[in-house]
């Protein structure tokens, strides 16, 4: 009696409990549309002031940290009131030419795994997480400033301006 339960309750076990027949297969997943476009560019060019300090990475400034941020915030409330960033620039920036004096730039860089448009453009990774995010986060025309951090920022503070 038991061998013949079994029997027939054997095809209940691969119907379902209920009798119903098995569920259908799957179909094939249709490919997923892509991402949206993100508002990130791929591609920017930008200037800096980099403002540094005595004992900052790679400094050879004389000023101590409190001048220096002072002087950072100074230069951007200074372009606030209409002063050419380019002239400021020229005349405070630490990154500079060791054959000119004149300060670095324009600058370009492309998002991280994207492919170089030119032979100088470098990874927005080479800027650190304080810098590289900041510029991507930038309109053109837009200044800012990114803070000292001794891990994420140590050279000091940077006023940039994204001009592409």
């Known amino acids: 009696m038991i061998g013949r339960l079994v029997v027939c309750l054997l095809p209940l076990l691969f ?8 569920p259908p297969k799957p179909k094939p997943e249709e490919p997923a549309p892509p991402p949206p476009k ?3 560019p791929d591609h ?8 540094a300090f005595k004992g900052a990475y790679q400094s050879t400034a004389f000023r101590s940290r409190g001048e220096a941020r002072e002087l950072a915030y100074s230069i951007v409330d200074r372009i606030e009131t209409g002063v050419g960033f380019e002239a400021l620039k020229q005349e405070y920036s630490d990154a500079r030419s060791k054959e000119t004096d004149r300060a670095l730039g ?17 990874e927005r990774r080479t800027y650190g997480p304080v810098l590289g995010h900041l510029l ?23 006023v940039v301006k994204r001009i592409e």
């Not at 324009?106 to 470098?122: I, S, T």
């Not at 837009?142 to 140590?154: C, F, L, N, S, T």
Request: aromatic content about 10%; overall charge negative; charged content about 30%.
């Open 15 to 22: 119907l379902g409990c209920d009798g119903d027949a098995p």
């Open 38 to 40: 993100s508002d990130v």
């Open 44 to 51: 920017i060019v930008f200037e800096q002031i980099l403002i």
């Open 106 to 122: 324009p600058y370009y860089v492309r998002d991280d795994g994207v492919k170089p448009k030119r032979l100088d453009e470098v």
């Open 136 to 158: 991507f986060q930038l309109e053109v025309g837009e200044v800012a400033i990114a803070d000292y951090d001794e891990k994420g920022q140590p050279t000091g503070w940077h």
